[in-house]
């Protein structure tokens, strides 16, 4: 893709920096749970409970609560917790040498639909992995859904990250492997990149160099 125009790039996090499998968390539930229950989560839609734990208004003790009662699930918080972060796998070591590459010659932000559960694993995976502190040392702003009080596709999360940041949408990319994510930031004005499986950042860019 054409990027001699680009000078910002908006990143998701899981599924184009963290490698994630929805069916992990899928199953770790329903081993808890007392009737084999599926839990309503993956990559296009989920239940109003998630979306309430990624737009902070749950807290994750009555996230977890409200788990418990609708799926019966016998479990203590931190199987709770274990299950519902069985999804986040491993951060490749050449995504972060890619993104400190990157850092040097574009403004780079993070967007990511999150939880403070999972926020809180993705650092410790960064810590045990890797030398730099945390996740947002990497980009110049981060915008996490459950921080913002909004999440992804709705037009107005981007128009925030825009804004704030004085970014032209013309100049500015934005990274996701959700198609309707993708749909609506172009909508918004915003160049995209849909990196649909098996494509990853690193093919994208090359070493940095691009």
């Not at 893709?1 to 499998?21: A, E, S």
């Amino acid at each position: 893709m054409d990027l001699t125009k680009v000078k910002n790039i908006i990143f998701d996090l899981g599924g184009v920096i963290i490698n994630i499998d929805y069916n992990k968390s899928i199953e770790a539930f329903r081993k808890l749970g007392k009737n084999n229950s599926i839990i309503e989560f993956n990559q296009k839609e989920q239940s109003e409970l998630f979306d309430k734990l990624e737009t902070g208004n749950i807290s994750p003790e009555a996230y977890r609560a409200q788990l418990r009662e609708k799926y019966l699930l016998e479990a203590t918080d931190e199987e709770i917790d274990e299950a519902w972060n069985a999804m986040l796998l491993d951060i490749p070591k050449e995504r972060i040498d890619l993104l400190l590459e990157l850092g040097k010659k574009y403004r780079i932000f993070l967007l990511s639909n999150t939880n403070a559960i999972h926020l809180q694993k993705f650092n410790e995976i960064v810590a045990h992995s890797f030398t730099i502190p945390n996740l947002d040392s990497l980009f110049e702003q981060v915008y996490y859904s459950h921080l913002l009080g909004m999440r992804k596709p709705d037009a107005v999360i981007f128009e925030h990250v825009v804004n704030e940041n004085g970014l032209q949408k013309e100049e500015t990319l934005f990274i996701d492997d959700s198609i309707q994510h993708i749909e609506s930031a172009k909508l918004a004005g915003i160049q995209t990149l849909h990196l649909a499986p098996p494509l990853t950042i690193n093919q994208v860019f090359g070493n940095g160099a691009a």
